[in-house]
């Protein structure tokens, strides 16, 4: 029965944007750790669904490779399929996702429906110049997902995932040069625009990314505690 003093708590929905290489998946997964939120990415949900071999992946497998963006009407399927998990109830960290003026508001309209509204849409800070040599460094544990890179970030023990113990590591087949190029002109053709929309809304941060990953985190984390109080 209620006492009167319950604190009405909405669940979390943040944002990360960010080109190519800006670090959305590290960070989000280091605030996954910290704050409890789960992390869901388009990207991820993408590449398992072409390894999959599911419709929407073989629709969105030559686009990915290709650097453009996959259709608005496939990445809201995928995306409507995994927030319907019972595990997204506390909070979700949107990875990658809205990348159209679409998306968004298709986001939008989604969360007044069930009352909510996103929490913050943080920016993460890049100079594109550095892009490329971060995503053409990077790779992940082939078991737990952990992701590494070349000079940046090596596991303690080299060839052992620190985070699983795994041996087997992976690169994505998007990760080179070229591709990169057309997935920065896609992010900012279509993506980069809706800085303005969080920013009208009154939810947008900034994070310089351009720091270690460290201090980017100890920046994101700051934010996320204080939008979440
Ligand atoms: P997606 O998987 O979302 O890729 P992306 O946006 O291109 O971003 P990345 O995963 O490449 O970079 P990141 O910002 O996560 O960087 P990371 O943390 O790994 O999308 C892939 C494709 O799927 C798209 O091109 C599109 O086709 C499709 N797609 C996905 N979502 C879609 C949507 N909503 N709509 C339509 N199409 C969609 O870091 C990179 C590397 O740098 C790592 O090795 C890391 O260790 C290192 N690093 C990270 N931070 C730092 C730092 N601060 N200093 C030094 N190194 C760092």
Same mark, same amino acid.
């Given at each position: 029965m209620p006492t009167g003093t319950e604190v009405e708590?909405?669940?979390?929905?943040?944002i990360l944007l960010g080109p190519p290489g800006a670090g959305k998946g590290t960070q989000a997964r280091m605030l996954e750790e910290r704050f409890g939120l789960v992390q869901l990415s388009? =990207?991820?949900?993408?590449? +398992? #669904?072409?390894? %999959?071999?599911?419709?929407?992946g073989l629709a969105a497998k030559a686009v990915m490779e290709s650097g453009a963006l996959v259709s608005d009407e496939i990445v809201l399927e995928i995306l409507a399929e995994r927030?319907?998990?019972?595990?997204?109830?506390?909070?979700?960290?949107?990875?990658?996702?809205p990348r159209t003026a679409g998306q968004a508001a298709a986001l939008d309209t989604l969360l007044a429906g069930v009352g909510q509204a996103v929490t913050a849409a943080i920016s993460?800070?890049?100079?594109?110049?550095?892009?490329?040599?971060?995503?053409? =460094?990077?790779?992940?544990? +082939? #078991?737990?997902? %952990?992701g590494?890179?070349?000079?940046?970030k090596q596991?303690?023990?080299?060839?052992?995932?620190?985070?699983?113990?795994?041996?087997?590591?992976?690169?994505?087949?998007?990760?080179?040069?070229?591709?990169?190029a057309e997935r920065l002109k896609a992010y900012h053709a279509q993506t980069a625009p809706l800085i303005?929309?969080?920013?009208?809304?009154?939810?947008?941060?900034r994070v310089d990314a351009m720091q270690d990953i460290d201090a980017v985190a100890g920046g994101l984390g700051d934010i996320v505690a204080r939008v979440t109080v």
């Open positions: 708590t909405r669940p979390v929905v943040l388009t =990207g991820d949900l993408l590449r +398992a #669904a072409v390894a %999959e071999g599911t419709p929407a927030m319907a998990r019972p595990d997204v109830a506390r909070g979700v960290i949107l990875d990658g996702f993460l800070e890049v100079d594109d110049a550095a892009m490329v040599g971060r995503v053409s =460094g990077r790779f992940t544990c +082939a #078991a737990c997902g %952990e590494y890179h070349d000079e940046h596991p303690a023990v080299a060839g052992t995932c620190d985070k699983c113990g795994g041996t087997e590591f992976k690169r994505r087949a998007d990760d080179n040069a070229e591709t990169v303005a929309h969080y920013a009208g809304l009154g939810v947008l941060e």
